[in-house]
């Protein structure tokens, strides 16, 4: 089936936080990490035929739906799941900010490794708990993980959770086998539980391969807990859908016990034949969509290579979430994105939304057809150029 990635759909004046929350109506959002295009057409099938049925009472969580959960970690990423160790959820923030509750207490030290998703940090000052910052090195343009700072920091009494992004959201890395077994092996030393934050795993370019941290030898990933969702893979994060998994039954127990206090466990019927649709009927689609968005990313490439060479694009391992180097243009990461809206009306993320290590870099979406990519960049080279 031939997908048309090409099509302008308008958003506008459809509660879209991307297209809707600027008072400007010439903004150009390439913020927010969601995509432009329609999720694929199984998906919405499945969605019409629920809709159809016209009653949307409560609604369990079907055995379907777990199995669907569990074909796709083992024919995607090799890993073998048992229904036992699954917890659907309203969402991986919400899961995200259940486990950091469930697991932690008010002065516990939470590790994160900066320039990191900005929600990381919301929860954990939420829950009372202090940020530990074990910012990523950046060296040749490329992001690798500071062990040894990540061993002291671990080390600490108070040290209780690790947060890490695999694939990581904002600087495209996939980390690699060795990577995630040395976190793993400094936190089962130390004791500190990891919390996986997997929601890009399915959005992994050619050439690279998703560890699931699930995936690692038992004995370090018995303090572990992984997140995932299809709202990203298939632009459905407004479906309110998620899961979480872990061998660990007491861990299982301690966050399962926080989502039936804050009734996060039902999922909406319409989450949930979404879900089913896009595991069993949705690769083909993804396949495609991943060709695309690695289309736009090498098109960004040759653009700012061409006219805007003072900008360093970071290499793109997974996400549709590009990072921009803008340190050699000597103004501060707020600075120009505000300047960008302001005079460009183009409207990117500054990179210290994502903690002070992303000072200097500008984070762009491209999961867009590529003629607003063309228009986002042409606005870039106006306002930088």
């Known amino acids: 089936m031939d997908y048309n990635f090409d099509e302008i759909i308008d958003r ?8 809707d929350v600027s008072p400007s109506l010439d903004i150009l959002p390439m913020w927010i990490a969601d995509m432009d295009f329609k999720t694929a057409p199984e998906i919405i099938e499945a969605l019409q035929n629920r809709v159809s049925h016209g009653i949307f009472g409560y609604t369990q969580t079907p055995e379907q739906c777990y199995i669907s959960i569990q074909n796709w970690w ?11 160790w699954i917890l659907p959820v309203i969402g991986v923030i919400p899961a995200l900010s259940a486990a950091i509750r469930s697991l932690s207490e008010k002065g516990d030290q939470i590790i994160i490794q900066p320039p990191v998703y900005n929600h990381f940090y919301t929860p954990i000052e939420n829950c009372g708990c202090e940020i530990i910052e074990n910012n990523l090195s950046y060296n040749n343009g490329i992001y690798t993980i500071d062990f040894e700072d990540l061993e002291i920091k671990a080390s600490h009494p108070k040290a209780k959770l690790l947060l890490i992004s695999n694939p990581h959201n904002p600087v495209g890395r996939v980390w690699t086998k060795e990577e995630l077994l040395q976190i793993a092996k400094i936190c089962h030393k130390h004791n500190v539980i990891v919390i996986s934050d997997e929601i890009h795993c399915d959005l992994v370019f050619s050439g690279q391969k998703h560890i699931p941290f699930a995936s690692l030898d038992d004995q370090y990933i018995s303090n572990s807990i992984t997140l995932a969702s299809i709202s990203k893979s298939f632009n459905l994060a407004g479906l309110q859908v998620g899961y979480v998994f872990t061998k660990n039954a007491e861990l299982y127990h301690k966050v399962k016990s926080v989502f039936a206090i804050q009734e996060m ?24 969509l991943k060709k695309y968005l690695y289309h736009n990313y090498s098109f960004l490439q040759d653009f700012i290579a061409s006219e805007l060479p003072q900008i360093k694009v970071v290499p793109l391992q997974a996400t549709y ?7 050699a243009l000597q103004l501060n990461s707020d600075e120009i994105a505000k300047m960008l809206q302001e005079e460009q009306k183009l409207w990117i993320n500054s990179g210290t939304m994502y903690g002070k290590a992303g000072e200097g870099s500008l984070r762009i979406n491209i999961a867009t057809p590529q003629k607003l990519l063309f228009e986002g960049l042409q606005r870039l080279k106006k306002a930088l150029g």
């Open 12 to 19: 506008k004046n459809t509660n879209a936080i991307k297209w």
């Open 74 to 84: 083992k024919k995607q990423h090799g890993l073998s799941l048992e229904k036992e």
């Open 265 to 288: 466990e039902l999922l909406s019927p319409f989450a949930i034949e979404a879900l089913i649709a896009a595991y069993n009927k949705g690769e083909n689609w993804l396949v495609e």
């Open 321 to 327: 979430l590009v990072w921009l180097d803008c340190s």
